[in-house]
């Protein structure tokens, strides 16, 4: 994952997540701010063994995002 893109889409992306994956809140998405590597933690934290899932889900949506551009 461009950790550099998945920051400068953060504001769209962080919307998308909270429909798709709800555990995460809004101030863990403000402490987030763009930061994959905690985004990433936070998603070990709340989805353990879907972390995997999560992340995978993040690197399609930054791709198809990527392409739409």
Sequence with gaps: MN?????????????????????FTDDELTQIEGDYDKFQGRA???????KEEVNKWAEEW??????VR
């Design 62 to 67: 930054q791709t198809k995002n990527k392409q």
């Design 44 to 50: 070990q934290e709340l989805y353990g063994d879907k």
């Design 3 to 23: 950790k550099e893109q998945f920051k400068g889409n953060w504001n769209q992306f962080k919307g998308e997540i909270k429909k798709k994956w709800g555990k």
